[in-house]
């Protein structure tokens, strides 16, 4: 079944500065790569999503990149803002489902003033 | 639309006693997940159904838990007996089916003493 790795765990940076989280994935029938933003007390929100027909796609601060050959997927966050701080997760379908999606384990975002 | 709705937002109850969570998918959705997050293990899936149908259970932590989904617009996770080890943030999510986007209720933070 699918596998999904989530790098970092952890990562802080400066507000202005960039940050990007790598995820990876194994089956290679996976082809819907989501990532959603989960703040304090509530529930993970989609923020962005790419199909294995692009290999990017931007919606003002925020980026995804797909390499379908290496099996990998990334979110980049430009001009940080402290509302950013968050966890951040990766997300891949399970090829062989029904619709199911294999989670990352999550990045926390600190983004310090 | 007003979203996956769960119930109760919270719950506290004693070992040994039944503990029902509900959900309320969003309407025309076809899929409907129960996740279980703690911050050991993260964000796990517990079962999904398709159309009602109950796809795949193999997250179900063991026989004191069970789902069911008797309409399109309703879904209950049970657990009896609970224990303290199940104590954790437990979210309902739908997508309209297929390889698509998964969307979050706010989770019922389950507490069991």
């Known amino acids: 079944g699918e596998n999904v790795e989530q790098h970092p765990s952890t990562l802080s940076v400066q507000e202005g500065d960039s940050a990007v989280i790598k995820c990876t994935y194994s089956?290679?029938?996976?082809?819907?790569f989501p990532w959603y933003k989960q703040e304090l007390g509530k529930g993970p929100q989609l923020i962005i999503d790419?199909?294995?027909?692009?290999g990017e796609k931007k919606d003002q601060r925020i980026a995804v990149t797909l390499n379908k050959t290496a099996k990998h997927f990334s979110l980049h966050i430009t001009e940080t803002q402290p509302e950013d701080s968050a966890v951040y997760f990766c997300?891949?379908?399970?090829?062989?489902?029904?619709?199911?999606?294999?989670f990352g384990k999550g990045t926390k975002l600190s983004v310090k003033p | 639309d007003a979203g996956v709705i769960q119930s109760p937002r919270h719950e506290v109850t004693e070992m040994g006693q039944e503990v029902t969570l509900r959900c309320k998918p969003i309407?025309?959705?076809?899929?409907l997940f129960w996740y279980r997050q703690t911050m050991m293990r993260g964000l796990e899936l517990l079962i999904y159904f398709n159309n009602n149908v109950p796809i795949d259970d193999s997250g179900m932590p063991e026989d004191r838990f069970s789902a069911k989904m008797p309409n399109a617009s309703f879904s209950t996770l049970k657990i009896q007996p609970s224990e303290p080890r199940d104590s954790a943030v437990y979210f309902c999510?739908?997508?309209?089916?297929?390889?698509?986007?998964?969307?979050f209720g706010p989770g019922t933070r389950l507490t069991v003493l």
């Open positions: 999510a739908s997508s309209p089916g297929g390889a698509d986007t998964q969307y």
């Open positions: 790419i199909r294995s027909n692009v």
């Open positions: 309407s025309g959705h076809n899929s």
């Open positions: 997300a891949a379908s399970d090829g062989g489902s029904q619709g199911n999606l294999i």
């Open positions: 089956d290679s029938a996976s082809n819907y």
